[in-house]
């Protein structure tokens, strides 16, 4: 098994799932088994169509597994839950409420009552840095700030796990680093356990404690890599050799792959 912790928070065991095609099936997830440890950051790469998404779905309870179970705390997923906020690619923000409208929401949902929702959702405003832009609707945002306020919404009804599927995926280049800072800032400041898919190995490595590289056709676990560089994550270490050597790992593993190995299951 992928990363084996005392007491996972989230736990795959032996997922399979299989889509019916008509004629033929297919299979997105091949016994597919990680454990991911509380307040552990863990980035999955592969190449497209290996089965990231569908994973992060069953997690989120959206797909069921074909076989297998996907445990939350021990306990199996049978549905979406507040315990797992998810963010994807495109920022799904209420377009006729304002950002903290938006970041307010899931609190109201929720039933938090009105004060305490006020002050949650400006600390976590505050916390990706839209303080000044609180009270503008979506439509005067730009592609990062929404994505800002859709982090600081996730953040906001406090999950203990947070599921991002490429979620910095259709920014460019500048604001994506300036994304990665922010998000690492906040959970630095308020620990989280991440499952977080990319396409951007030098993404996948400078946020993680570990990175978990797939492999397709069927979708499998093909390697884990540990990062130990140290946090806080600043310019200094994306620049350092040891990041340099971590990244050259995981860029090999992600396109120089064996299409006969899979990592090995642990005991
Ligand atoms: N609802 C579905 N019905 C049929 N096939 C599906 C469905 N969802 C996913 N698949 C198939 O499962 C495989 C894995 O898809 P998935 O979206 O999980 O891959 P991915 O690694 O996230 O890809 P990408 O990096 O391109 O986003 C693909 O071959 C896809 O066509």
Redesign the pocket.
Known sequence: MAGAAVNPKIALDGVT?S???GRHR?V??DDVSLEIADNEFVTVV??????????L?ILAGL?EPTAGRALVDGVPVSGPGPDRGVIFQQYALFPWLTVRGNVEFGLKIAGVPRDERRARAEHFIDVVGLTYFADVLPKALSGGMRQRCAIARAYAVNPAILLM??PFGALDALTRVKLQDQLLSAWDQERRTVLF?T?DVDEAVYLADRVIV?A?RP?RIYDAVEVDLPHPRTEEVRLSAEFTALRNRVWNSVYHQDNDRALPARD
Do not use: Q, R, V, Y
């Open positions: 799932k889509f019916d095609l297919l997105a997830l592969g190449p497209s169509g290996c089965g990231k998404s569908t994973l779905n797909e599927d490429e898919i396409h797939m397709s979708g």
